[in-house]
């Protein structure tokens, strides 16, 4: 099986630009919300300090996988590379 050249694909810049920019944006508010979130939680539910940060620990790993699920979903939309 032959790998592609590099000659073959171009990086179209305008649509990698797009999808990093907007995963900054969404991830600052995913993060933020899973911290916020695992600190009012664990306040809620009387979990004191470790519970706070294990309950942060979770969320922050469901965020990986929100922001991971968006940039697989953006490339879709707007693909980073085009044959040339």
């Known amino acids: 099986m032959n790998a592609p050249s590099s000659s073959s694909r171009q990086i179209v810049w305008p649509s990698v630009i797009t999808v990093v920019s907007a995963a900054i944006l969404i991830g600052a508010e995913v993060f933020g919300a899973a911290f916020a979130g695992g600190w009012a939680l664990a306040i809620l539910l009387n979990l004191g300090d470790q519970g706070a940060h294990i309950l942060q620990a979770v969320l922050f ?24």
């Not at 790993?61 to 044959?83: D, H, S």
Request: cysteine-free.
């Open 61 to 84: 790993a469901l965020g990986v996988l929100v922001m991971t699920a968006f940039v697989r979903a953006a490339q879709r939309v707007e693909p980073f590379f085009k044959r040339g």
